[in-house]
């Protein structure tokens, strides 16, 4: 069974610049997440969804953050503009909805 | 707010000793779960732990959940390299199936 596919691996932009992620997770699971993990930290939801429906975006910083995930399947984290403490590794992890999430390897996010 | 906070944050042993990673909170957790993160990857979950008082082992690592569902601790028997890692509790408040997630316990073993 394939794992939750992210792209790109790693990005590098300057402050202001914009910049998008992209999510393919499990097939079949409904439930989908971002997490922000800053260097030293545990991850922080940014997003869930359940299908295409935003479940919980309470931790999304809107003015600059925006997610969707239009069809149910794939999803999409975009920064606009981007900030220095932007800088981290975006997560996505998908879901049955049993409680256990499986992420992604993540995208590294470096804003110069 | 639910917190979680992990201790100690970081942990540098020598192979075949014993550790203890502790993740207490004041507020209630309808499940806790811990996970293993190594480079470059996603964290993997290692067990979830449902009912306060609950006790899990995984070959060398037990999982236990305290009575108030406050509070967890990883016990590793004789760690070895392959243990090295980044390990991280995550709390589901209100059994809805989001997570908040402690800062870690970077964990080292030495040969």
């Known amino acids: 069974e394939a794992g939750v596919a992210q792209s790109p691996r790693y990005k590098i932009i300057e402050k202001r610049q914009s910049v998008a992620f992209w999510c393919n997770p499990i097939?079949?699971?409904?439930?989908l997440y971002w997490y922000q993990q800053i260097l030293g930290q545990g991850p922080k939801l940014l997003i869930q969804?359940?299908?295409?429906?935003?479940?919980?975006d309470s931790q999304l910083p809107k003015d600059r953050f925006s997610a969707e995930r239009l069809k149910g399947v794939d999803s999409t984290l975009k920064i606009q503009p981007a900030k220095l403490e932007d800088s981290a590794v975006y997560l996505c992890?998908?879901?049955?909805?049993?409680?256990?999430?499986?992420f992604g390897p993540g995208t590294r996010l470096t804003v110069l | 707010t639910q917190l979680l906070e992990q201790s100690p944050q970081f942990l540098s042993i020598q192979e075949g000793e014993n550790l203890t990673v502790y993740c207490n909170s004041s507020?209630?957790?309808?499940?806790l779960q811990w996970y293993r993160q190594e480079p470059g990857e996603g964290p993997v979950l290692l067990v979830t732990?449902?009912?306060?008082?609950e006790v899990k082992k995984l070959k060398r690592l037990t999982f236990q959940f305290g009575d108030a569902r406050k509070d967890s601790s990883l016990h590793i028997t004789a760690a070895q390299p392959g243990d090295t890692g980044l390990y991280l509790c995550?709390?589901?408040?209100?059994?809805?199936?989001?997570?908040?997630f402690g800062q870690g316990t970077r964990l080292t073993i030495n040969p």
């Open positions: 992890a998908s879901s049955l909805g049993t409680g256990e999430q499986f």
């Open positions: 097939s079949g699971h409904a439930t």
């Open positions: 969804f359940q299908n295409n429906g935003v479940v919980d």
């Open positions: 507020s209630v957790f309808s499940s």
């Open positions: 732990v449902v009912t306060g008082g």
């Open positions: 995550a709390g589901d408040p209100f059994g809805a199936q989001k997570l908040v």
